[in-house]
């Protein structure tokens, strides 16, 4: 089974550089599933074909219930 890494904040500063590291790492990440968090868009520069994006608030119990039922986050 494959790894699960959740990103919060995706659409920010830190969020963009931490999803564009995961994307373009090929050992040990390339088949992990990273799921990206915010209220904003993604910035264009995420390769957002190995993403999942989801628009919305991490202080939302039922996304996040949803998110760590579908992924099983490490």
């Known amino acids: 089974m494959s790894k699960s890494y959740l990103v919060t904040g995706a659409g920010g500063?830190?969020?963009t550089s931490?999803?564009?590291?995961?994307t373009?790492?090929?050992d040990g990440l390339s088949d992990a599933n990273v799921v990206a968090v915010d209220l904003n868009d993604l910035?264009?520069?995420v390769?957002?074909?190995r993403v999942?994006?989801?628009k919305g608030s991490?202080?939302?119990p039922e996304l996040l219930e949803t998110l760590e039922k579908k992924y099983q986050f490490d």
């Open 52 to 54: 999942q994006f989801y």
């Open 47 to 49: 390769n957002q074909k």
């Open 58 to 60: 991490i202080t939302s």
């Open 13 to 15: 500063e830190i969020g």
């Open 18 to 22: 931490l999803l564009k590291h995961f």
């Open 43 to 45: 910035h264009p520069e």
């Open 24 to 26: 373009e790492l090929s």
